[in-house]
């Protein structure tokens, strides 16, 4: 007994060890060399290290701005700003709450439930896009924790939930992918499928399919997001300076005194460090994020490959990019256009927190949406379909947003719109219970 | 009745697999002719020859053949096209044919060129 409690405390609760287990575990049953598994199981652990220590910059850098934000606004708790990062919410779950344990055997359970489902029923999708397997783990884990679940229980209804997630919503993305992609070989594994498709039944209703966005000469590419995080930075210093601006050095001087500290910096100085440093702390995160899933997607995909041989693998969002690039770029001006809109009705909506929208979110799942419906609505289904899911994948964070801050969440709410979803099924029994 | 039915499919199965046969050939012949073409061709119109005679070895059902030929036109023209799109299906169905056979490391190796294909995909589209 003395063990097994020794085991619980030491090891089971200890996320970085559960992780390395997983992987070790993984690299074991693809037959690795002893030197191969003991590399990638440390290097897993320290994985998750980099993602805590990126998640603990992002959340103080949160920190500032929500106390800058609301004093400046005059908004209290729930009704402030929400910065919309999955990442983040990711980090402050596995490091912050102290979920990370969970959310790591959720992610084996969920791919455990995705191969069982894709062997015995007829839908044969295997997903295979490792970073929105933890997203989805996260949420789902998030949603039963709300509900009062622990221990076992939550790991297996949050895998259970999860892996009918990952093996119905390629599921019902595949009509369109067919129209898309010519065949039906390959599948979509990108966790914001629900807002395709309501952007492509928009574009349906009110496009004209004849007309594509293919037929429309666009600059090639969005240069200005050829790196990733200086445009992540651009946004969310307009955001901090806003903040800044409305909370003057009044409002700078109400956070240092809220975390219990003293500076002679000026606000605006600090305005900018605070925007760079959750950059930075986004970095890291990501770095850790990579890390950590690089020995244990592989082992999922290779595992997968060998119980279901005959299913679609499910794969991200950029393997459609090639069959309408025009529509990518559209799609992200497009719900670019329809979040800010959406930003604003958050704003106007009583009870809603104000979210701010993300830049890489919005060229992911804008642009899949965009090829989504210049597929059944051409260019002006484009148009219309991704400026509504703009405003979609605006209000549905939004919606989640005061659960997870009653969770412990910190000026966070989610981008994926499957995982939102899923995490409010996984709350509504602790909202009627 | 079932007696006559039953041989006239009998009848029309060989020269089906003949039809089917001179297709093929005729595919690769095609594919063959424009890769001789592709030889003495400039730069710019060596990359349609590929793409053409990638897709007449995939119309044959010459994978193999079909993925070389498209892989070289991919390393002349590294960008979103017919070219890239021909070889995450063509990758997908050698992944899939080599997973059905066991060979998870054969079937690993096409998946992860599958995902170099979708990050030249993204990577162009942002402009890097």
């Keep these: 007994m003395t063990i097994i409690n020794w085991i619980i405390s030491n090891v089971l609760t200890q996320a970085a060890v559960v992780i390395g287990l997983i992987a070790l575990l993984g690299l074991a049953l693809q037959k690795k060399s002893v030197g191969e598994v003991l590399t990638g199981t440390f290097s897993t652990m320290l994985g998750f290290l980099v993602l805590s220590a990126g998640s603990a910059v992002v959340q103080a850098s949160l920190t500032y701005f929500g106390d800058v934000f609301n004093f400046g606004f005059g908004l209290t708790g729930t009704s402030g700003a929400l910065v ?38 007829k839908f ?29 229980a939550l790991v297996i209804a949050a895998s259970i939930l999860g892996g009918i997630f990952a093996t119905m919503m390629p599921a019902i993305a595949q009509p369109i992918m067919r129209k898309i992609m010519g065949s039906d070989d390959i599948a979509l594994g990108h966790f914001c499928t629900i807002g395709y498709l309501v952007a492509a039944g928009v574009s349906k209703v009110t496009g004209d399919v004849d007309h594509s966005t293919e037929d429309v000469k666009l600059p090639e590419s969005l240069s200005f997001l050829s790196d990733t995080y200086v445009s992540v930075w651009v946004v969310m210093f307009i955001f901090y300076l806003v903040a800044a601006i409305a909370g003057g050095d009044a409002g700078y001087q109400y956070y240092l005194e809220s975390i219990g500290s003293s500076s002679s910096l000026h606000w605006l100085v600090a305005c900018f460090l605070q925007s760079l440093q959750f950059v930075v702390g986004l970095y890291v995160l990501m770095s850790g994020v990579r890390l950590l899933l690089a020995n244990i997607v592989p082992a999922f995909q290779g595992i997968s490959m060998k119980l279901v041989p005959d299913a679609r693998p499910a794969l991200d969002c950029p393997v459609t990019f090639a069959y309408a690039p025009n529509a990518v770029i559209m799609g992200f001006i497009f719900t670019t256009i329809g979040s800010i809109i959406g930003m604003f009705l958050t704003m106007a909506i009583p009870g809603l927190p104000i979210v701010i929208p993300g830049v890489m979110s919005n060229f992911f ?59 409010m099924l996984a709350m509504l029994p602790g909202l009627f219970g | 009745m079932f007696r006559f039915r039953r041989k006239e499919k009998a009848a029309a199965t060989p020269q089906v697999k003949e039809e089917l046969a001179i297709d093929h050939d005729a ?61 995450q299906s063509l990758y997908n169905k050698k992944r899939q044919q080599l997973a059905k056979a066991g060979d998870s490391e054969g079937a690993m190796t096409y998946l992860g060129k599958m995902q170099e294909i979708m990050q030249v995909a993204k990577d162009q589209l942002r402009g890097k």
């Excluded at chain 2, 892989?71 to 023209?77: M, P, R, T, Y």
């Design chain 1, 84 to 121: 919309a990062s999955i990442e983040g919410i990711n980090g402050q779950a596995m490091n912050e709450l102290g979920l990370g344990g969970s959310i790591a055997l959720t992610l084996l359970g969920i791919f455990i439930v995705n191969i069982i489902l894709a062997r015995v029923t």
């Design chain 1, 124 to 152: 044969k999708y295997v997903f295979l896009t490792g970073q929105a397997l933890l997203w989805m783990s996260t949420l789902t884990v998030v949603g039963f924790f709300f509900t009062g679940l622990r221990g076992p």
């Design chain 1, 365 to 423: 799942a804008g642009g899949t949406a965009g090829v989504f419906c210049n597929a059944v609505g051409g260019r002006r289904g484009t148009i219309i379909g991704c400026i509504a899911h703009g405003i979609f994948i605006m209000l549905i964070p939004a919606i989640l947003g005061p659960m997870l801050a009653q969770v412990g969440f910190v000026n966070l709410t989610v981008t994926d719109v499957d995982t939102a979803l899923a995490g």
């Design chain 2, 27 to 87: 595919l690769v012949k095609q594919a063959d002719d424009l890769l001789a073409q592709a030889e003495t061709s400039s730069a710019d119109a060596l990359v349609d020859l590929y793409n053409r005679a990638g897709a007449a070895f995939d119309a044959a059902g010459e994978l193999d053949k079909a993925i070389e030929v498209y892989e070289l036109s991919f390393e002349n023209k590294r960008e979103i096209g017919p070219a890239s799109k021909a070889l």
